[in-house]
């Protein structure tokens, strides 16, 4: 999870019912509409070429729905079966699922003023001015760190779970239903810093300066890194680099079998993406919170700086100079690149 969009909607669940026999299906939905769309306009989609009948069984309006949709799915991620389906019982869905759902949304309303303002300050050109920190600042500043630190900790043991399947998968294809191998194909690009460097004049011909919205990097200091948090955990994370593994990775071949140390692993992989949830949540909407403080200011000296400036953005144009001098931007582009992803699987489709 990263910084939640500002995207207006509602959430829903629904469970299934056999037309026939009144009987209630054993999985209920998690989904979303986006923005004024209707949860029984999407149940009639779902309805379609579906010989059972499909209920909705609660709706919530989010104001960050992707969010809650998100939170959710990674909250129940045991229980999850395929897609957006959970293997969740009606007493579930009643006494966790819903409350859970309302809890984020009244802390996402409680939030949405100071990401609506952090939103609002990334196109506000800083001023330059330097401040102190009031006392209510330093407090919510080191809540923040707080949260930064916890949850660098939670990632790093869950990479950690994802090493240890991905070492099991040595030189094979992945692990049946828990780990999966994709190949990216990055296209062919000109390499415009080279091509300046070699042709300035005949680069400038093609290019186009345009004054850019203010920009800038927000930097929250204090933050401390894996290896000064933990330094056990950060030299395991090491002696499991996924740049060595990837290495012995052979998509060709069969997938591994699981077995119960792979269930093991991977189980604890979907409860910790519940902590996980949590702690991202808390960390973003307190940044969030200590963004919104700066508006204009360059900084909150030994807090947080953000410097917004509006810069010179360079725009060439590939298109012609492709078919001006064909032979000149066939020499450089770049090499097509594959790379192989290690995805680990989102649900549960085992017992």
Excluded at 125 to 137: F, L, N, V
Aim: charged share 25%.
């Amino acid at each position: 999870m990263t910084e939640p969009k500002l995207t207006p909607g509602t959430l829903y669940i629904d469970r299934d019912q056999d037309v026939l026999t009144g009987e209630w299906g054993l999985y209920v939905k998690i989904g979303i509409v986006r923005n004024n769309k209707e949860a029984s306009t999407r149940n009639k989609e779902h309805q379609t070429g579906n010989p059972r009948r499909i209920h909705v069984i609660f709706s919530a309006e989010s104001p960050m729905v992707e969010h809650l949709e998100t939170y959710l799915h990674h909250t129940f991620a045991f229980k999850r079966v395929l897609g957006e389906w959970f293997l969740l019982d009606d007493e579930a869905v009643q006494t966790q699922v819903i409350p859970i759902a309302k809890t984020v949304i009244e802390k996402q309303h409680a939030s949405l003023k100071f990401f609506k303002q952090k939103e609002a300050n990334k196109s506000i050109a800083s001023s330059g001015i330097s401040r102190a920190p009031s006392d209510s600042e330093l407090v919510l500043h080191q809540q923040t760190i707080n949260a930064k630190n916890s949850l660098v900790i939670l990632k790093a043991k869950q990479n950690i779970i994802k090493n240890k399947l991905m070492q099991i998968a040595k030189g094979t294809g992945g692990i049946c239903g828990v780990l999966e191998f994709q190949t990216k194909i990055t296209k062919p690009s000109l390499q415009k810093s080279k091509l300046r460097t070699d042709y300035p004049d005949l680069y400038s011909d093609y290019e186009t300066l345009v004054l850019g919205e203010p920009r800038g990097q927000l930097l929250i200091k204090g933050r401390s890194s894996l290896k000064k948090l933990d330094k056990e955990l950060y030299v395991e994370t090491n002696q499991m680099a996924p740049s060595t593994l990837n290495k012995s990775i052979d998509i060709a071949s069969q997938k591994v079998k699981r077995n119960s140390i792979i269930t093991n692993l991977h189980q604890a992989y979907l409860k910790n993406l519940k902590e996980i949830a949590s702690a991202d949540w808390l960390y973003e909407s307190l940044k969030a919170n200590l963004a919104s403080k700066l508006h204009n200011d360059d900084e909150i000296k030994g807090i947080v700086t953000w410097k917004r400036f509006a810069q010179k953005k360079s725009m060439f144009d590939d298109n012609s100079f492709s078919k001006d001098y064909p032979d000149i931007y066939a020499k450089y582009l770049s090499s097509e690149k594959v790379t192989i992803a290690s995805i680990v699987g989102p649900s549960r489709p085992y017992k």
